[in-house]
C-alpha cells in the first residue's frame, strides 16, 4: 500500500529565504514522486516527477526535489522564495499497488506563507 | 490545447438531493480521475475511468457513481447528499493508466450541501 506524510501543515519564510517542504512516502515497490502546487480557488498544477532516472528532480519555477530512497522521502525545494511562491504543495507517490494502476495517493498538503 | 474544464464552478444544494458534476478532458487524455478534496485536506480519490470503463475507485459509498463519454468527458453524479458532501470535487485527465503520466486538473466544482 502507498501513502505520503507531509510534515508541517503551514510553512513560514521570508522572501529570498530557502524554501523546503517535506515529503516521506511509504510504498512496498519502487514509487513513482510528484510535487503539484495548489493556488487559490484552482486545481492542482505539477510541479516535477520523479521516475527512477535522476534522483535529483528538477521543476518548474526554480522548485527541485531529491529521492533518496533511504529515507523515503521527497522533500522540495527552492533556494529562494518569492511572494509569488505562496499556495499550497501536495506531495504524492503512485506504485501501481492500487490494482495494478498507477493511480496517486496525495499528502495532506503544506502551506507555503511567504513573508515580504 | 484545451485544459480540463469542469461545470458548473459552485453549486449548493440541500442535504438529500442529487447533483451531477460535469469535466471536459484536455484534448488527446484517455483517462479520467475524480478526487474530493475537503477543506484543508488532500485530494481523495473517488473513481478512475479509462475508455469508458471504471478502472479502479477509492473509498466512497456506491451513492458516488460516474460517467465516461466517447469523447472522454465525464460525469460525477453523487446521490442521497450528506453534509459531509461539502467539499471541492476536482477533475483530472491523463493520457495513459498504467504508468507516471502526470495528472491535469481542473479548476473544481465547489459543492456546498446544507
Known amino acids: 500500500a502507498q501513502s505520503v506524510t507531509q510534515l508541517g501543515s503551514h510553512v513560514s519564510v521570508s522572501e529570498g529565504a530557502l524554501v523546503l517542504l517535506r515529503c516521506n512516502y511509504s510504498s512496498s515497490v519502487p514509487p513513482y514522486l510528484f510535487w503539484y502546487v495548489q493556488y487559490p480557488n484552482q486545481g492542482l498544477q505539477l510541479l516535477l516527477k520523479y521516475t527512477s532516472a535522476a534522483t535529483l528532480v528538477k521543476g518548474i519555477n526554480g522548485f527541485e526535489a531529491e529521492f533518496k530512497k533511504s529515507e523515503t522521502s521527497f522533500h522540495l525545494t527552492k533556494p529562494s522564495a518569492h511572494m509569488s511562491d505562496a499556495a499550497e504543495y501536495f506531495c504524492a507517490v503512485s506504485d501501481g499497488s492500487g490494482g495494478g494502476s498507477y493511480i496517486p495517493t496525495f499528502g495532506r498538503g503544506t502551506s507555503l506563507i511567504v513573508h515580504p | 490545447e484545451t485544459g480540463v474544464t469542469q461545470s458548473p464552478t459552485h453549486l449548493i444544494k440541500t442535504r438529500g438531493q442529487q447533483v451531477t458534476l460535469r469535466c471536459s478532458s484536455q484534448s488527446g487524455h484517455n483517462t479520467v480521475s475524480w478526487y474530493q478534496q475537503a477543506l484543508g485536506q488532500g485530494p481523495q480519490f473517488i473513481f478512475q475511468?479509462?475508455?469508458?470503463?471504471?478502472?479502479g475507485r477509492g473509498n466512497f459509498p456506491p451513492r458516488f457513481s460516474g460517467l465516461q463519454f466517447p469523447n472522454y468527458s465525464s460525469e460525477l453524479n453523487v446521490n442521497a447528499l450528506e453534509l459531509d458532501d461539502s467539499a471541492l470535487y476536482l477533475c483530472?485527465?491523463?493520457?495513459?493508466?498504467?504508468?507516471?503520466?502526470?495528472?491535469?486538473f481542473g479548476n473544481g466544482t465547489r459543492l456546498t450541501v446544507t
Open positions: 475511468y479509462y475508455r469508458e470503463e471504471e478502472n
Open positions: 483530472a485527465s491523463s493520457y495513459l493508466t498504467g504508468d507516471n503520466s502526470p495528472l491535469h
